[in-house]
């Protein structure tokens, strides 16, 4: 890719005479050539559309030499627009890429701190998840006991006052 000179082109642009510039149509209808105008000068006047055997100048070369004193100066102006977000955006992707290496170096203390924790309690965590599901299993036998339990108390209460009523 061709590296641009942007002060070289708009220096040749300013050097050139003030725009902008036109092709006048009354002036190329009358003959074969055609002609580039400021509004104080003549800036290019070809009076031959012909300048070899083979090939014809047109006035699409016209126009697009016309319209180079002002598109020239558009164009430069949107480079060096586009040229100051790319050192914005490459700025943010520097801070980005900062931030995004303190986090990965931050999780990574995390993993490892995490992984020392579970390494301390992974034989005391087994040993935990057992115990409790040994209270389960004591916590379902206590509500069986005290449910066979309230039952006799309830048969010894019938009992008693069934006695009671017969004596």
């Not at 149509?25 to 300048?51: F, H, K, L």
């Not at 016309?66 to 490459?90: C, F, G, M, W």
Request: hydrophobic letters at 35%; charged letters at 30%.
């Amino acid at each position: 890719m061709r590296i641009l000179n942007i002060e070289e082109i708009e220096e040749r642009c300013n050097a050139a005479t003030e725009g902008p510039w036109y092709v006048p149509s009354e002036m190329n209808a009358m003959d074969n050539g055609w002609t580039v105008c400021s509004d104080a000068e003549v800036i290019v006047d070809q009076p031959d559309t012909r300048y070899n055997e083979d090939q014809f100048r047109t006035e699409a070369d016209a126009e697009f030499i016309a319209h180079a004193k002002t598109d020239i100066p558009a164009l430069i102006s949107r480079v060096r627009d586009l040229e100051r977000e790319n050192e914005q955006l490459y700025a943010s992707g520097l801070e980005n890429a900062q931030m995004i290496g303190k986090l990965e170096a931050e999780n990574e203390g995390l993993c490892r701190g995490s992984t020392h924790i579970l390494e301390l309690l992974g034989g005391d965590m087994i040993e935990l998840a057992n115990m409790l599901h040994k209270v389960k299993e004591l916590e379902t036998t206590n509500a069986d006991l005290t449910l066979a339990l309230k039952e006799r108390s309830d048969r010894v209460d019938f009992l008693e006052h069934c006695y009671s009523q017969k004596g």
